[in-house]
């Protein structure tokens, strides 16, 4: 079968960039009445319910790393779900190279703030980015000490950023 340029475009950067399954973009997803929520669950997806809907938490225990493991059979919403690098490379106003720089400049962006996120007491990296960094933000700070406000600042800035980037390029 031919691929459709959604599907070449998935392809060629999807594996490269994980922020919609590894809890950076999304901190959970909804499931619909389709979605196989029992075999879902025996999977490993963390399922809840949230304001009458059933929800999984991300990160997705089917994301790899670098790909979904039940692609062909993946939640209705992720199946539907394009972010914006993706549509505007479809749509010929992204070049691949553009698109592939927004991807590793997203997660650089990503792999800055996560490494002031682990200096944080108690950062659990199983949970979604925005979880994390509540969590290290509520931290007490010290101002007794000299700089001591200076990890939330850190945090604060690199947060932001990040979060810039993701809703002009991914988001949009
Ligand atoms: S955020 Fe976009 S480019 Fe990244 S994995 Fe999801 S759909 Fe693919
Ligand atoms: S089910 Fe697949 S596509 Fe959906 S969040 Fe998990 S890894 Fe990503």
């Known amino acids: 079968m031919k691929a459709t340029p ?7 950067l999807c594996p490269k960039c994980g922020l ?13 009445r389709s979605d196989r929520t029992a075999w879902l669950e025996q999977l490993g997806l963390a399922i809840f319910r949230q ?10 225990a089917c994301f790899d790393g670098r790909r979904c493991s039940i692609y ?7 199946a539907a779900f394009e972010c914006g690098v993706l549509q505007r490379l479809v749509a010929g106003k992204l070049s691949a190279a553009a698109a592939r720089k927004t991807i590793g400049l997203a997660r650089r962006k ?18 979604p ?11 007490p700070v010290d ?12 945090l604060l800035r690199s947060m932001e950023t990040l979060m810039v980037l993701l809703q002009t390029e991914f988001l949009r």
């Open 110 to 127: 990503f792999q800055t703030l996560e490494r002031h996120l682990q200096k944080s007491p108690g950062d659990d990296p199983a949970l």
């Open 72 to 78: 062909a059979n993946r939640p209705a919403n992720c």
């Open 143 to 154: 101002l007794a000490q000299p700089g001591g406000a200076g990890p939330h600042g850190r």
């Open 129 to 139: 980015l925005s979880h994390r960094y509540g969590a290290a933000m509520r931290a």
């Open 51 to 60: 304001g009458g809907k059933r929800r999984f938490a991300q990160p997705c």
């Open 6 to 12: 959604i599907a070449d475009a998935i392809e060629s």
């Open 20 to 32: 919609c399954c590894n809890g950076v973009l999304f901190a959970d997803g909804e499931l619909q």
